[in-house]
């Protein structure tokens, strides 16, 4: 087997059937030699029931939730393929997804693919996130890691490296990327190989805020030497207004905006610059409060976010 494809997935039927669904519509010429792993992360029938529609693929469903990365490793437990391909259940594949991945099979032990949004209707919610969201390249060449969204491991490369670190409810891919880069493994990035990511809501994007900043949180407990914890000045900064002053510019607008609406034919106006502006003050305060707060459990409170 080249390809094992591992799908986490919750209480998200309908995420799961819009990633299965765009993958049946790759050739099925690609698909020699390549095996799709559903694991459903707690007793959840009706997304078993979707899973078991789709001719060849495999469902594990787990009794427990355990998280998504817990649910990864019992994918990977269970895959036969040279390499795993970790993608996350609501995003589609691009159609040449699959020929790009076999493609480039040989290049690293460590492939990063690019995770772009849909076609966006318009508003400042989707303008932020496609502004400030999935950062691919920054992610790769600063923080060494690419999101689960869209990642291919050798298989080799993630047994012996232990996999995923399964006490983390979020950011988990972040850990194990820093751990096997600087352990000196070969990597490479493929932007040309795209996953497309819906747009969340307001209160979508929120919640995600908020989970990543507490799972850093953990990461800094757990790792202290690789994820140093925040540093009082560095946790007034993120108080303060965000420098992007482009977005409130009446006069002009910011070069990146100017692309984007060639790119899908829309309109931003100077109130939606405005709200995107004010939204990312929001996501930086939402952040700042994620790293502040105390609960009794944060990995129970990361796994009420994840699950909603």
């Given at each position: 087997m080249i390809l094992s494809i591992i799908i986490p997935v919750g209480k998200?039927?309908?995420?799961?059937?819009?990633?299965?669904?765009?993958?049946?519509?790759?050739?099925?010429?690609?698909?020699?030699?390549?095996?799709?792993?559903?694991?459903?992360?707690?007793?959840?029938?009706?997304?078993?029931?979707?899973?078991?529609?789709?001719?060849?693929?495999?469902?594990?469903?787990?009794?427990k939730n355990g998280g998504s990365y817990h649910a990864r490793n019992k994918g990977a437990e269970r895959a036969t393929g040279e390499r795993l391909a970790f993608i996350d259940a609501g995003v589609e594949f691009k159609v040449d997804w699959l020929q790009k991945a076999i493609n480039h099979s040989s290049e690293a032990e460590y492939?990063?693919?690019?995770?772009?949004?849909?076609?966006?209707?318009?508003?400042?919610?989707?303008?932020?996130?496609l502004l400030f969201e999935f950062q691919i390249a920054e992610h790769f060449e600063n923080l060494k890691f690419c999101p689960t969204a869209n990642l291919i491991v050798t298989r080799k490369l993630f047994?012996?490296?232990?996999?995923?670190?399964?006490?983390?409810?979020?950011?988990?891919?972040?850990?194990?990327?820093?751990r096997v880069l600087d352990a000196g493994t070969t990597a490479s990035l493929d932007l040309a190989r795209i996953v497309y990511h819906p747009f969340r809501s307001l209160k979508g994007l929120l919640k995600k805020k908020l989970r990543?900043?507490?799972?850093?949180?953990?990461?800094?407990?757990?790792?202290?030497?690789?994820?140093?914890?925040?540093?009082?000045?560095?946790l007034l900064k993120m108080a303060f207004p965000p420098k992007t002053y482009a977005l409130l510019n009446p006069l002009t607008k910011w070069s990146r905006i100017?692309?984007?609406?060639?790119?899908?034919?829309?309109?931003?106006?100077?109130?939606?610059?405005?709200?995107?502006?004010?939204?990312?003050?929001?996501?930086?305060?939402?952040?700042?409060?994620?790293?502040?707060?105390?609960?009794?459990?944060?990995d129970s409170f990361e796994w009420s976010n994840q699950k909603s």
């Open positions: 998200d039927p309908i995420g799961l059937t819009e990633t299965l669904e765009s993958y049946q519509q790759m050739p099925s010429s690609d698909k020699n030699g390549v095996e799709v792993i559903v694991v459903i992360d707690g007793p959840y029938d009706e997304v078993e029931s979707v899973a078991n529609r789709y001719h060849g693929v495999k469902a594990l469903k787990l009794q492939l990063a693919g690019n995770v772009l949004h849909p076609s966006p209707k318009g508003g400042s919610v989707e303008l932020y996130q047994l012996e490296s232990g996999g995923f670190e399964e006490r983390l409810r979020s950011s988990g891919d972040r850990e194990f990327g820093s990543i900043s507490m799972g850093y949180r953990n990461l800094s407990m757990l790792y202290p030497e690789r994820f140093p914890p925040d540093r009082v000045v560095n100017h692309e984007l609406e060639k790119e899908y034919n829309l309109h931003f106006n100077y109130a939606q610059q405005v709200s995107c502006y004010l939204l990312l003050y929001l996501t930086k305060l939402t952040v700042l409060w994620g790293r502040l707060i105390q609960y009794r459990s944060s």
